[in-house]
């Protein structure tokens, strides 16, 4: 069985923001990504963007569209079943 959506976004941001101090477990789905613990700042949300496009087939238009995908794990999921072309979409879990 595929991973569910949220657990393999959980695992792409600790891999690509190089998070050596968080486990994708230490994510809550609906934990603020940014001004929240994790400390993220606009390069992450840049290099998170660049890489979740490529991965999902998506593309995230605008600063304020990000802003609102990346609010939490649960958000970002969302967005990407919303907008995910047909052959890119995860499996839900």
Do not use: C, H
């Amino acid at each position: 069985m595929s991973q569910p959506l949220e657990e393999r976004l959980k695992v792409l941001i600790v891999d690509v923001l190089r998070l050596d101090d968080v486990t994708p477990a230490d994510l809550a789905d609906d934990e603020p990504l940014f001004g929240s613990k994790l400390q993220l700042d606009s390069i992450d949300a840049l290099e998170l963007v660049v890489r979740l496009e490529k991965d999902f087939g998506i593309k995230i238009g605008s600063s304020e569209e990000s802003r609102q995908a990346l609010a939490s794990i649960a958000t970002l999921a969302a967005y990407i079943r919303e907008r995910a072309p047909a052959a890119a979409q995860p499996v839900r879990g």
